[in-house]
């Protein structure tokens, strides 16, 4: 069974830094693409930021620039480094695996809350 467990979020003032981290077990980790997606209350759920099992990164737009995703395979997590945060990066955000060796999102993970204050 897989599981995906977020940690690192918390409340900062706009303009600071969080990592959040994604802990992953019950896959083969370096063969899943990893993901970020966020939930703002009253919003849809939306991409933030991906990373294959070949490295390659993508990022919305909204964030392109400020937010870094990383993954440690040997230690089967990812990270998301936030940067320069603003108020509107306010949301819940959640981890994501894909099935292995594919790009569609899979499983889920519950989700570490993000508060950047004005």
């Known amino acids: 069974q897989v599981h995906l467990v977020e940690s690192g979020g918390g409340l900062v003032q706009a303009g600071g830094s969080l990592r959040l981290s994604c802990a992953a077990s019950?896959?083969?980790?370096?063969?899943?693409?990893m993901g970020w997606f966020r939930q703002a209350p009253g919003k849809e759920r939306e991409f933030v930021a991906g990373?294959?099992?070949?490295?390659?990164?993508s990022y919305s737009d909204s964030v392109k620039g400020r937010f870094t995703s990383s993954r440690d395979n040997a230690k089967n997590t990812v990270y998301l480094q936030m940067n320069s945060l603003k108020p509107e990066d306010t949301a819940v955000y959640h981890c994501?695996?894909?099935?292995?060796?594919?790009?569609?999102?899979?499983?889920w993970g519950q989700g570490t809350q993000v508060t950047v204050s004005s």
């Open positions: 990373i294959t099992w070949r490295q390659l990164t």
């Open positions: 994501a695996a894909s099935g292995q060796w594919s790009t569609t999102y899979a499983y």
């Open positions: 019950g896959l083969t980790f370096s063969r899943h693409t």
